[in-house]
Protein backbone atom coordinates (compact mmCIF):
# COMPACT_ATOMS: atom_id res chain seq x y z
CA UNK A 1 0.00 0.00 0.00
CA UNK A 2 1.39 3.49 -0.81
CA UNK A 3 2.51 5.50 2.29
CA UNK A 4 1.94 8.62 3.54
CA UNK A 5 3.45 10.94 5.61
CA UNK A 6 2.29 13.93 7.70
CA UNK A 7 3.17 16.15 10.14
CA UNK A 8 2.46 14.52 13.80
CA UNK A 9 0.85 18.11 15.31
CA UNK A 10 0.15 21.47 14.03
CA UNK A 11 -1.25 24.42 15.89
CA UNK A 12 -3.59 27.17 14.71
CA UNK A 13 -5.51 30.51 16.17
CA UNK A 14 -9.31 30.12 15.42
CA UNK A 15 -10.34 31.90 12.10
CA UNK A 16 -7.10 31.19 10.88
CA UNK A 17 -6.65 29.35 7.56
CA UNK A 18 -4.98 26.16 8.35
CA UNK A 19 -2.88 24.29 5.42
CA UNK A 20 -2.30 20.28 6.61
CA UNK A 21 0.54 18.96 4.55
CA UNK A 22 0.66 15.55 3.21
CA UNK A 23 3.39 14.04 1.57
CA UNK A 24 2.68 10.77 -0.78
CA UNK A 25 5.54 10.16 -2.72
CA UNK A 26 5.27 6.54 -4.05
CA UNK A 27 1.60 7.16 -5.19
CA UNK A 28 0.46 5.22 -8.11
CA UNK A 29 -1.93 6.47 -11.06
CA UNK A 30 -4.73 4.64 -9.52
CA UNK A 31 -4.30 5.97 -6.39
CA UNK A 32 -6.86 8.47 -4.51
CA UNK A 33 -6.33 10.68 -1.82
CA UNK A 34 -9.05 11.13 0.82
CA UNK A 35 -8.70 12.81 4.16
CA UNK A 36 -10.66 11.75 7.25
CA UNK A 37 -10.54 13.36 10.84
CA UNK A 38 -11.24 11.86 14.20
CA UNK A 39 -12.77 14.58 16.60
CA UNK A 40 -11.79 13.58 20.58
CA UNK A 41 -13.79 10.42 21.71
CA UNK A 42 -15.82 9.96 18.23
CA UNK A 43 -15.13 8.03 15.22
CA UNK A 44 -13.50 9.29 12.13
CA UNK A 45 -15.24 11.47 9.53
CA UNK A 46 -14.66 11.73 6.26
CA UNK A 47 -13.81 15.21 4.83
CA UNK A 48 -12.63 15.28 1.06
CA UNK A 49 -10.51 13.51 -1.68
CA UNK A 50 -9.39 13.76 -4.73
CA UNK A 51 -7.76 12.01 -7.41
CA UNK A 52 -5.93 15.17 -9.59
CA UNK A 53 -8.44 18.19 -9.56
CA UNK A 54 -8.26 20.42 -6.74
CA UNK A 55 -11.44 19.82 -4.85
CA UNK A 56 -13.96 22.24 -2.87
CA UNK A 57 -16.70 21.28 -0.66
CA UNK A 58 -18.44 22.79 2.55
CA UNK A 59 -16.00 21.26 5.03
CA UNK A 60 -12.47 22.02 3.08
CA UNK A 61 -10.35 22.29 0.10
CA UNK A 62 -7.70 19.72 -1.26
CA UNK A 63 -4.96 21.11 -2.82
CA UNK A 64 -3.08 18.40 -5.33
CA UNK A 65 0.38 18.90 -6.35
CA UNK A 66 1.02 18.06 -9.97
CA UNK A 67 2.82 15.58 -9.75
CA UNK A 68 0.72 13.78 -7.46
CA UNK A 69 3.22 13.33 -4.63
CA UNK A 70 1.86 15.43 -1.84
CA UNK A 71 -1.09 17.51 -0.99
CA UNK A 72 -2.35 19.80 1.46
CA UNK A 73 -5.61 20.01 2.85
CA UNK A 74 -6.81 23.41 3.99
CA UNK A 75 -9.37 24.65 6.15
CA UNK A 76 -10.47 28.21 5.10
CA UNK A 77 -11.43 29.52 8.88
CA UNK A 78 -10.27 27.31 11.65
CA UNK A 79 -12.52 26.81 14.72
CA UNK A 80 -12.38 25.24 18.01
CA UNK A 81 -14.37 22.18 16.33
CA UNK A 82 -12.08 21.36 13.70
CA UNK A 83 -9.65 20.70 16.54
CA UNK A 84 -8.63 16.67 15.85
CA UNK A 85 -6.49 14.18 14.30
CA UNK A 86 -6.38 14.63 10.40
CA UNK A 87 -5.58 11.37 8.05
CA UNK A 88 -4.13 11.38 4.76
CA UNK A 89 -5.01 8.56 2.77
CA UNK A 90 -4.46 6.94 -0.35
CA UNK A 91 -7.12 4.28 -1.69
CA UNK A 92 -6.15 2.21 -4.59
CA UNK A 93 -8.55 1.81 -7.32
CA UNK A 94 -7.50 -1.78 -8.10
CA UNK A 95 -7.43 -2.61 -4.11
CA UNK A 96 -10.30 -3.59 -1.65
CA UNK A 97 -11.86 -1.09 0.43
CA UNK A 98 -9.92 -0.68 3.55
CA UNK A 99 -9.37 2.49 4.57
CA UNK A 100 -5.67 2.27 5.80
CA UNK A 101 -4.57 4.89 8.55
CA UNK A 102 -1.54 6.30 9.35
CA UNK A 103 -0.49 8.28 12.21
CA UNK A 104 -2.13 11.29 10.85
CA UNK A 105 -1.57 15.33 12.43
CA UNK A 106 -2.99 16.29 15.75
CA UNK A 107 -4.55 19.71 14.75
CA UNK A 108 -4.52 22.01 18.22
CA UNK A 109 -7.28 25.00 17.16
CA UNK A 110 -6.46 27.70 19.90
CA UNK A 111 -9.04 30.84 20.76
CA UNK B 1 -31.09 9.84 13.65
CA UNK B 2 -27.78 7.91 14.31
CA UNK B 3 -26.53 6.70 10.77
CA UNK B 4 -24.28 4.00 12.41
CA UNK B 5 -24.92 3.17 16.02
CA UNK B 6 -23.30 0.79 18.08
CA UNK B 7 -23.69 -1.01 21.68
CA UNK B 8 -22.50 -0.46 24.18
CA UNK B 9 -20.56 2.49 24.17
CA UNK B 10 -18.55 0.97 27.17
CA UNK B 11 -17.93 -2.74 28.03
CA UNK B 12 -15.41 -3.39 31.10
CA UNK B 13 -14.83 -7.25 31.35
CA UNK B 14 -12.52 -9.81 33.04
CA UNK B 15 -9.89 -11.97 30.98
CA UNK B 16 -11.23 -14.96 29.80
CA UNK B 17 -14.79 -13.69 29.53
CA UNK B 18 -16.86 -13.64 26.13
CA UNK B 19 -18.52 -10.48 24.82
CA UNK B 20 -19.90 -9.29 21.95
CA UNK B 21 -20.69 -5.87 20.02
CA UNK B 22 -23.38 -4.53 18.22
CA UNK B 23 -23.52 -2.56 14.85
CA UNK B 24 -26.26 -1.34 12.92
CA UNK B 25 -26.82 1.29 10.48
CA UNK B 26 -29.70 2.64 8.57
CA UNK B 27 -28.13 4.26 5.62
CA UNK B 28 -29.33 1.56 3.23
CA UNK B 29 -25.81 0.55 2.57
CA UNK B 30 -23.72 -2.83 1.59
CA UNK B 31 -21.10 -2.81 2.95
CA UNK B 32 -19.56 -2.93 6.90
CA UNK B 33 -16.55 -3.11 8.74
CA UNK B 34 -15.08 -3.64 12.12
CA UNK B 35 -11.53 -1.49 13.25
CA UNK B 36 -9.66 -1.54 15.63
CA UNK B 37 -7.94 1.77 17.50
CA UNK B 38 -5.30 0.26 20.23
CA UNK B 39 -4.01 2.48 23.07
CA UNK B 40 -1.34 4.43 20.56
CA UNK B 41 -4.17 5.90 18.82
CA UNK B 42 -3.66 3.36 15.95
CA UNK B 43 -6.42 2.36 14.02
CA UNK B 44 -6.65 -0.38 11.75
CA UNK B 45 -8.90 -2.25 10.11
CA UNK B 46 -10.00 -6.35 11.19
CA UNK B 47 -13.50 -7.51 8.63
CA UNK B 48 -15.39 -6.66 6.24
CA UNK B 49 -18.70 -7.60 5.13
CA UNK B 50 -20.48 -7.44 2.09
CA UNK B 51 -24.03 -8.68 1.94
CA UNK B 52 -23.61 -10.24 4.75
CA UNK B 53 -20.22 -12.17 3.19
CA UNK B 54 -17.25 -11.51 4.60
CA UNK B 55 -14.62 -9.83 2.06
CA UNK B 56 -11.62 -8.64 4.44
CA UNK B 57 -10.49 -10.69 7.00
CA UNK B 58 -7.16 -9.55 8.29
CA UNK B 59 -4.46 -11.25 10.05
CA UNK B 60 -7.15 -11.23 13.26
CA UNK B 61 -6.88 -13.87 16.04
CA UNK B 62 -9.69 -16.22 15.45
CA UNK B 63 -11.09 -15.54 18.78
CA UNK B 64 -12.85 -13.01 17.22
CA UNK B 65 -15.53 -13.87 14.82
CA UNK B 66 -17.75 -11.28 13.37
CA UNK B 67 -21.53 -12.05 12.01
CA UNK B 68 -23.55 -10.59 9.82
CA UNK B 69 -27.11 -11.18 10.13
CA UNK B 70 -28.48 -8.88 7.50
CA UNK B 71 -26.72 -6.41 5.19
CA UNK B 72 -27.54 -3.86 8.24
CA UNK B 73 -26.12 -5.48 10.85
CA UNK B 74 -22.64 -6.65 11.55
CA UNK B 75 -21.88 -8.08 15.26
CA UNK B 76 -18.57 -8.49 16.78
CA UNK B 77 -18.08 -11.31 18.92
CA UNK B 78 -15.02 -12.21 21.10
CA UNK B 79 -14.06 -15.48 22.95
CA UNK B 80 -11.48 -15.53 25.64
CA UNK B 81 -10.62 -11.83 26.34
CA UNK B 82 -7.35 -10.68 26.87
CA UNK B 83 -5.74 -7.88 28.27
CA UNK B 84 -4.31 -7.10 24.75
CA UNK B 85 -7.93 -6.69 23.49
CA UNK B 86 -8.39 -3.62 25.22
CA UNK B 87 -9.41 -0.84 22.68
CA UNK B 88 -11.90 1.24 21.06
CA UNK B 89 -13.70 -0.96 18.00
CA UNK B 90 -15.08 0.99 15.50
CA UNK B 91 -17.96 0.19 12.86
CA UNK B 92 -18.16 1.80 9.81
CA UNK B 93 -20.45 1.03 6.64
CA UNK B 94 -20.26 2.34 2.69
CA UNK B 95 -22.33 1.88 -0.36
CA UNK B 96 -20.04 -0.98 -2.46
CA UNK B 97 -16.76 -2.27 -1.45
CA UNK B 98 -13.95 -1.58 -3.51
CA UNK B 99 -14.69 2.25 -4.85
CA UNK B 100 -12.06 4.21 -4.03
CA UNK B 101 -14.93 7.19 -4.34
CA UNK B 102 -17.12 5.79 -1.62
CA UNK B 103 -16.89 7.10 1.86
CA UNK B 104 -16.93 5.17 4.67
CA UNK B 105 -19.58 5.94 7.72
CA UNK B 106 -18.26 5.40 11.07
CA UNK B 107 -20.33 4.95 14.28
CA UNK B 108 -18.95 6.34 17.80
CA UNK B 109 -16.96 3.77 19.09
CA UNK B 110 -17.52 0.95 21.77
CA UNK B 111 -14.67 1.10 24.69
CA UNK B 112 -13.45 -2.12 25.79
CA UNK B 113 -11.91 -2.36 29.17
CA UNK B 114 -10.43 -5.89 29.92
CA UNK B 115 -9.02 -6.47 33.16
Not at chain 2, 62 to 89: M, Q
Request: charged share 20%; proline share 5%; glycine share 4%.
Amino acid sequence: DAKTTQPNSMESNEEEPVHLPCNHSTISGTDYIHWYRQLPSQGPEYVIHGLTSNVNNRMASLAIAEDRKSSTLILHRATLRDAAVYYCILRDDLDTDKLIFGTGTRLQVFP
Amino acid sequence: DTAVSQTPKYLVTQMGNDKSIKCEQNLGHDTMYWYKQDSKKFLKIMFSYNNKELIINETVPNRFSPKSPDKAHLNLHINSLELGDSAVYFCASSQVPSRTRETQYFGPGTRLLVL
